[in-house]
């Protein structure tokens, strides 16, 4: 409860129903000792409950009676500091309409302070060095409260009453505007000075909750392409920041939940299909039918959204592949070849924070990065963990989790462990996160593949027991904990790579799967991936892998992807052929990158799923056709890709549209699920099926999976609280870890 006005709201429910007591913080949570009648002390209880505070989540209330003293009057105790502790710490929430309103109001003595909050705004976790959540523990430690604000802290009748961030601009954090190397601008207003700039065309990095941002002007196209010039994304999209839901609707088509999840506490890049007129300059998103919209969600936003008078695109403020930045002095040292200057200020950042990504999808919210406003709010489980657990999590998109009883917390994204910022960040969090939860894990579960940075941490800690967790039953058992149910399903593991059990490389897998264990019951056939990693890159190279499958000779003379790739095409298949360098993958995601690049969407990429995600954006929605799927009598079933292959491959020749094709495609793996699903469940007789792996971001694929499969019976479990890729593997391997824990 701490850091969300609880105390405050106790103290003034307690003195409106005229009971006596007290209320403090200690290690376990919020206590309350209330006296009085017992007409009353009911109605207190019920309220507690009913009326809590907007940031506030009751899990329980836990009551004892205790002797009557007489005292008279209420009060809030000093905060306890010994003991285990259980108490939790809040995510980072937008500004309130309360602060807004002050915000804008020329007579309030905060009016067009950037850091303005209250008890039930602003920074939280970002903010937090240890718990009790007490002042003296945030990085609001380093401005002592004027005369005014603390009236204002003490006063119980205040919305600011026990609000830790309490500050204002005689007392609290300063905005300054720097230069391109970090030297101090002289200007009397930074944010209007800051628009300016951005009007101008200008890159500027933008301290926020978490981390330095890189903005430009949104509908500028030049700038924009500077952006992506100098911090080498070259395709990747941009997210967008507006204002109102209405600026967000000129740009997206945007129902009832989009709505809600915009305007929610926690302001996460939302992703809604754009409108065709969307007035953002066209290297924002380029090819994309969707957006990543946000409103923004710190007064230094809303000031400077106001100031510019259109959208803005805020993207992380990092080279690509590195964690954002967010120490002054390394932001001012990593983004100097890319910011034009710094809108930034005086407040430290304790923890680094990207945006949260999620989109509507199934009539509820899916999460596709958890990160600001969700951590480190723990998931909540079924079953309690006898011991206490660390999750190392993957290599990619990386988040640990640790958990004790019922609670999984799971961190802010943490990103690629492919250089020593990002695993510097990784081993840092771990160690902020055993302190603030008081959890000293016994069980260490970790990734199957020996070289995952990750599992070299698991390895290298003491007196711990380990417990390796293969790739793809963490990712359907991280499906199983987001929702609430413990098996048996078969689980449809999809996506790029993972280490097998048998030391190939997986990612097309159905397994008969619970938490404890799983059977792989069935997978696409397995081709070479030429090149090992190069394969990743460079598309065309899984084409000539699956074109070699399809056909026993030669693929049909007159394919594009040979002649654009005719040098090195082969050299290359015949490394694929004699098996030289080319590990064996059953890899979903790759299938993908081949037909992309056969259809000439993407013979290379810039990012992570990029011919993937270009494949998707491509196809045509309004096609019903598909194409045969084979598979075979034996167990575990085998599912062909190169009978799609070669269906792919024949309509390009009778010059069926690319848009059709890669419609048919994805039609076709829909249906070959479906079809391997019900072979599994005439065997087996279980009926629910869990989507997991990095593959189910696609939202064309997975919506004609999940009507296909429903049609024909069967519960389908998707991801919610967690994402459905290598974001959410930590959760799954200690979803798995207590389970055999429970067994043993």
Request: charge should be negative.
């Amino acid at each position: 409860m701490q850091g969300v006005g609880f105390r405050p709201f106790v103290y003034a429910l307690a003195t409106a129903l005229d009971l006596s007591g007290l209320v403090g913080n200690d290690v376990h949570g919020v206590f309350v000792e209330v006296e009085g009648s017992a007409t009353r002390v009911e109605d207190f209880l019920t309220a507690l409950r009913r009326d809590a505070p907007p940031l506030a989540v009751v899990e329980r209330v836990r009551t004892r009676q205790l002797a009557l003293t007489g005292a008279r009057g209420f009060a809030i105790a000093a905060s306890t500091v010994g003991g285990e502790r259980e108490t939790l710490v809040s995510a980072d929430s937008t500004t309130c309409a309360g602060c807004l309103a002050e915000l804008a109001d020329p007579a309030d003595r905060r009016f067009g302070y950037p850091f303005i909050n209250c008890t039930n705004c602003g920074p939280r976790f970002t903010i937090v060095r240890d718990v009790p959540y007490d002042r003296p523990f945030t990085t609001m430690a380093d401005f002592p409260m004027c005369a005014d604000c603390a009236a204002e802290y003490h006063d119980p009748a205040d919305r600011r009453f026990h609000a830790q961030p309490t500050c204002c601009p005689a007392c609290g954090p300063r905005l300054r505007l720097l230069d391109d190397r970090g030297n101090p601008v002289p200007v009397d207003d930074p944010v209007r000075a800051a628009a300016q700039r951005l009007r101008a065309g200008k890159i500027l990095a933008v301290k926020g909750l978490g981390g330095y941002h890189l903005a430009v002007d949104a509908g500028n196209e030049a700038a924009t392409g500077r952006l992506r010039s100098r911090k080498h994304r070259e395709d990747k999209p941009f997210a967008v920041m507006v204002s109102t839901v209405d600026d967000a609707r000129a740009l997206c088509r945007v129902d009832e939940l989009a709505a809600t999840l915009l305007t929610g506490r926690r302001r996460p890049i939302v992703l809604l299909p754009r409108v065709g007129d969307a007035s953002v300059a066209g290297s924002v998103a380029p090819g994309n039918r969707q957006l990543g919209v946000m409103l923004g969600y710190t007064p230094l936003h809303h000031l400077l959204l106001a100031a510019l008078g259109g959208p803005i695109v805020l993207t992380s403020g990092n080279i690509s592949d590195e964690p954002i930045a967010y120490r002054d002095a390394d932001a001012v040292d990593r983004l100097a070849g890319i910011a034009d200057g710094f809108l930034t200020h005086d407040r430290a950042i304790h923890i680094r924070t990207d945006d949260s990504v999620v989109r509507p999808f199934d009539g509820r919210e899916s999460v596709l990065r958890r990160s600001r406003g969700y951590v480190p709010e723990p998931i909540s489980l079924e079953l309690p963990f006898p011991r206490p657990v660390l999750a190392c999590g993957a290599e990619l998109k990386n988040t640990f989790c640790l958990a004790k009883g019922r609670r999984a917390f799971l961190s802010e994204h943490i990103g690629d462990l492919e250089n020593f910022q990002t695993l510097r960040a990784f081993t840092e969090g771990i160690t902020h996160f055993r302190r603030l939860f008081d959890i000293n894990p016994l069980v260490v579960a970790h990734d199957l593949h020996p070289e995952y940075l990750s599992t070299k941490y698991a390895h290298d800690l003491a007196g711990v027991e380990l417990v390796g967790v293969q790739h793809h039953h963490a990712h359907i058992a991280s499906c199983l904990a987001d929702n609430g149910v413990a098996g048996s399903v078969i689980g449809v593991a999809f996506d790029g790579t993972g280490y097998g059990s048998d030391g190939t490389i997986w990612g097309g897998e159905f397994l008969l799967a619970d938490l404890a264990g799983f059977e792989r019951v069935a997978h696409l056939d397995p081709v070479p991936m030429p090149g090992g990693a190069a394969a990743i890159r460079a598309p065309w190279r899984m084409a000539a892998a699956h074109l070699n499958a399809a056909y026993a000779d030669a693929p049909p003379a007159g394919l594009a992807v040979l002649a654009r790739n005719e040098s090195s095409w082969q050299p290359v298949s015949a490394m694929a052929r004699r098996s030289v360098n080319s590990p064996l993958t059953s890899s979903a995601g790759r299938l993908f990158d081949a037909v992309a690049a056969i259809l000439g969407i993407r013979d290379s990429i810039n990012y992570e799923g990029q011919a993937a995600v270009e494949l998707e954006q491509a196809a045509d929605p309004g096609e019903t056709g598909s194409y045969p799927v084979e598979i075979t009598d034996e167990w575990p079933i085998r599912l062909s890709g190169a009978a799609l292959v070669r269906a792919v491959v024949a309509d390009l020749g009778r010059a069926v549209p690319v848009p059709v094709i890669a419609a048919r495609f994805h039609n076709a793996v829909a249906d070959a699920v479906t079809l391997v699903c019900a072979t599994i469940r005439e065997r087996t007789g279980v009926s629910v099926v869990a989507l997991s792996g990095g593959v189910w971001q696609n939202l064309l694929l997975t919506s004609r999976t999940m009507i296909s499969l429903r049609d024909k019976g069967f519960t389908v479990l998707t991801h919610h609280r967690v994402p459905c890729n290598d974001g959410g593997i930590s959760l799954g391997q200690a979803a798995v870890a207590g389970a055999l824990d429970r067994a043993h």
